[in-house]
DNA sequence: GGTGCATAGTTGAATCGTAAACTAAAGCAG
DNA sequence: CTGCTTTAGTTTACGATTCAACTATGCACC
């Protein structure tokens, strides 16, 4: 049976080499392609990402959801109380948490309905919409403030040294750089639309 | 306007202690309680790390839509690839993966559907199910990776130093850890069930 | 001042994920 | 064996997210 890891080259003789040549064979037959594949520490670095990511996502929000809350709609929240006003326009909310302007649109109806937001046009622009925490959201966020700290310092903070905790900062900010300074969508080139 | 700030204390002189008392005040009138909010360093890198981990999240996975899989089914084909024989049960795979058991039934369901895996009963154990891997998948597969991990390099492995991809993986291997020895459900004690 | 294109945001359908109830087989105590 | 509890996995219904199409405003340029 021949093993296909995702990542390292079938043989781990290989696997110190960050780059090299591999053979790889698909329906049109073999070919040869330069792929950097991971390297040992690499591969052993991104799977312990992927996978306390994870763990990550779903402990705080589980934490989250005891109290009424999903973090999406915790961090959307989260960030009209930081803004000036408690007011932020839809567009920059999407751009704050990460989330579709669909997205937000939606998130945004379900916090209406529960009157922790409000919708109000936009004064300067008319196709704008300024959304704007009203006091019972932000009386709910000091409550789950203090729920949710807790639980970032829990499964996050607190389990590991300060240093490495800045370290993993400084890291992920060099992500978060290189993600704005090279905002592309799926190269077409690259998207062969299933061509297996 | 009150500022709340969902971490820090609202007066920024405070910033550098990382525990102290602080007052919130909700429905019930004001409380003093001892929270420890997060110092603006912890600030800074968690916030760093939730931005950047939505992003990763979004360019990863946007970039395997566009060869017509998803990140999530593709950490379960690559997991079977991995496995002996390119089978494993169904919980290992959704211990694996970090997702609920209800959630791989309907993944792998879909997978089944497009002919890269096939389930069978389990041979020691009457209730299990074992997922197999087809050859079809194997050859999807070895196409998909060469992509995806292009992807990993661009948007996360190749955006940092070498020293700084190890430290966050030890960083997230001590997140992993943690959460493996603490598999606590969300404490009843700790939930109000909305009691604002 | 009208045409063309970009931007802001919404909508609705389809897909995906979650949560709780459910089936069925083990495991175990007596 | 019988009954009780746990474990494996599925199902169903519902809520959340995505995707593509759509409305409406702004903006540039001639």
New binding site residues.
């Given amino acids: 049976m021949h093993h296909v890891d995702p990542f390292r080259t079938p043989d781990p003789r290989d696997a110190p080499d960050p780059a090299r040549t591999v053979g790889v064979s698909w329906d049109h037959g073999p070919v040869a392609e330069t792929v950097r594949w991971l390297s040992e520490d690499e591969q052993s670095s991104w799977r312990a990402y992927l996978r306390a990511s994870r763990e990550l996502d779903?402990a705080l929000?589980?934490d989250l959801?005891c109290h009424g809350i999903?973090?999406?709609?915790y961090e959307l929240v989260s960030m009209l109380s930081e803004a000036d006003g408690g007011r932020l326009?839809?567009?920059?909310?999407?751009d704050l948490i990460v989330?579709?302007?669909?997205?937000?649109?939606?998130?945004?109806?379900?916090l209406e309905r529960r009157g922790w937001v409000a919708?109000r046009p936009?004064p300067?622009?008319?196709?704008?919409?300024?959304?704007e925490l009203t006091d019972e959201g932000r009386g709910a966020l000091e409550h789950l403030a203090v729920a949710h700290v807790e639980s970032v310092r829990r499964h996050f903070v607190d389990v590991m040294s300060p240093e490495l905790f800045r370290a993993l900062g400084e890291a992920m900010r060099a992500v978060d750089e290189a993600y704005d300074a090279d905002p592309t969508t799926p190269d077409p080139t690259q998207c062969p639309t299933m061509d297996a």
């Fill in positions: 779903a929000d589980r959801h999903s973090l999406s709609e326009r839809m567009s920059a909310v999407a989330q579709s302007r669909s997205r937000v649109t939606h998130t945004a109806a379900r919708r936009a300067d622009d008319g196709r704008g919409v300024v959304l």
